[in-house]
């Protein structure tokens, strides 16, 4: 089966301050993995995927598979970065279903 | 370009109804996935639309129907509506089924069923 847990609802910090927001899945064969963000009263876009390896935003995400983990991590928050985040799962069976985490909220205070 | 577009925004229907959303893909578009989001959960695939056909279906029972036009547009139907229906719609799009093409998603529609 596919699952994704994201463990924390709400993630809350101070600017500057460094921020992971956790991610773990669950499935038999290699995935790919994403974060979605959802800014407040925009549309949900992605913000990373896993082959790509790149920083997006100062955010970087690396596939741990023996832990199946994907954190997402940032080492200097910024206001700017409140929002809602959802970790994301495709299987390997060439579909794009996408199987997401129930997500985290990040707060980020001044 | 003005992206993924659904209507309408919001609706309220009451239980036993049927409903009818839609969807415009981003231009340059051909496949349509929908998603349903319950308030504090993550979205759900329902299913994905490519040159008129179901491509792939999640776990959904058959109340929930789609359709996909020839200028890839494509509206999400659902049947004798349950309370447990109300949720945000999402709709995304994407440039071929390939499973590394990103999906790009539309703003949603808030159905509430009463």
């Known amino acids: 089966a596919q699952r994704v847990t994201q463990p924390e609802k709400l993630l809350s910090v101070f600017k500057g301050a460094p921020v992971e927001l956790k991610c773990n899945y669950s499935?038999?064969?290699?995935?790919?993995l994403f974060w979605y963000v959802q800014y407040s009263r925009q549309r949900l876009q992605l913000l990373l995927r896993?082959?790509s390896r790149e920083s997006i935003k100062g955010f970087t995400a690396d596939l741990n598979k023996g832990e199946t983990s994907f954190h997402l991590k940032k080492p200097f928050a910024q206001e700017e970065d409140s929002a809602m985040y959802y970790c994301?799962?495709?299987?390997?069976?060439?579909?794009?279903?996408?199987?997401f985490g129930t997500g985290t909220r990040l707060l980020v205070s001044p | 370009d003005a992206g993924v577009t659904q209507s309408p925004t919001h609706l309220i229907k009451t239980r036993g109804q049927q409903v009818t959303l839609r969807c415009s893909p981003k231009?340059?578009?051909?496949?349509v996935s929908w998603y349903q989001q319950a308030l504090g959960q993550g979205p759900q695939f329902i299913f994905q639309?490519?040159?008129?056909?179901?491509?792939q279906r999640g776990n959904f029972p058959d109340r929930f129907s789609g359709h996909q036009f020839p200028n890839y547009s494509s509206e999400l139907n659902v049947n004798a509506l349950l309370l447990g229906d109300s949720a945000l719609y999402l709709c995304?799009?994407?440039?071929?089924?390939?499973?590394?093409?990103?999906?790009?998603f539309g703003p949603g529609t808030r159905l509430t069923v009463l």
């Open positions: 995304a799009s994407s440039e071929g089924v390939s499973s590394y093409n990103e999906q790009f």
């Open positions: 499935y038999s064969g290699s995935p790919e």
């Open positions: 896993h082959i």
């Open positions: 994301a799962l495709k299987g390997n069976t060439g579909f794009q279903k996408l199987v």
């Open positions: 231009s340059g578009h051909d496949t």
């Open positions: 639309y490519y040159e008129e056909e179901e491509r």
